[in-house]
């Protein structure tokens, strides 16, 4: 059983456009949300999160979205840059697993300039 | 933001040899730290949860036996893949938690590859 799934395996968008990344869940334990970046052979990097107390947080060119009604997540990116061509993991995590994450099988975006 | 460093980077072993993979938070002190694992195409499968100073909690399905994880201080963890087997080809990933936040700091991955 899933918990954090990641339905688009691709993602292709041009060059200044919005990208959007979506996620669900099926726990309803899940009270923290990360998105995670990684380039081919190196390690994730953190990217936004946030918690089940808000639905919506911005930082810069990312803002992710949480409707917890629907176990929803979504991760935008305004303007796309061809930089930000990567995986993008989303991650959840319960409170009483403080740091444990269940990683979404992730979404390849293509930025194409 | 953290650093978190792993070494080697790339490995390349005999079938039946154990190998040694270091975790080194550089800039802070970690208490948890968690090893993953990436097949081709795939998520992150987290393996064990790495405590400083107690045994790892290891997931359904992982052989403690088999990987070997020890977190001797507050900035290394490692994992020792024993008697290694072609199946066990994979990229390996650490990660180091803070103890304030949720944010998981991981490092560059090792690349391991059993001939």
């Known amino acids: 059983d899933q918990q954090v799934k990641q339905n688009s395996p691709s993602l292709s968008v041009q060059e200044g456009r919005i990208s959007i990344l979506n996620c669900d869940y099926t726990?309803?334990?899940?009270?923290?949300f990360l998105w995670y970046k990684k380039y081919p052979a190196e390690g994730p990097t953190f990217l936004i999160s946030?918690?089940?107390?808000?639905d919506k947080n911005e930082d810069g060119r990312f803002t992710v979205f949480l409707n917890k009604s629907a176990k929803h997540l979504s991760l935008h990116i305004v303007p796309s840059q061809p930089g930000d061509s990567a995986v993008y993991f989303c991650?959840?995590?319960?409170?009483?697993?403080?740091?444990?994450?269940?990683f979404g099988d992730g979404t390849t975006l293509t930025v194409k300039p | 933001g953290a650093v978190v460093s792993q070494h080697p980077s790339r490995v390349i072993c005999k079938s039946g040899t154990s190998v040694k993979i270091e975790c080194r938070s550089l800039?802070?002190?970690?208490?948890?730290m968690f090893w993953y694992r990436q097949f081709p195409k795939q998520s992150l499968m987290l393996m064990a949860t790495s405590n400083e100073g107690s045994k790892a909690t290891y997931e359904q399905g992982v052989e403690k036996d088999k990987f070997l994880i020890n977190h001797a201080s507050l900035t290394l963890s490692t994992l020792t893949v024993t008697s290694a087997h072609p199946e066990d080809s994979s990229f390996y990933i650490c990660?180091?938690?803070?103890?304030?936040?949720?944010?998981?700091?991981f490092g560059p991955g090792t690349r391991l590859t059993v001939t």
């Open positions: 800039d802070f002190q970690a208490t948890t």
């Open positions: 991650a959840a995590s319960a409170g009483t697993n403080a740091g444990k994450s269940t």
């Open positions: 946030i918690s089940s107390i808000k």
């Open positions: 990660s180091a938690r803070r103890t304030i936040n949720y944010e998981q700091y």
């Open positions: 726990n309803s334990m899940f009270d923290y």
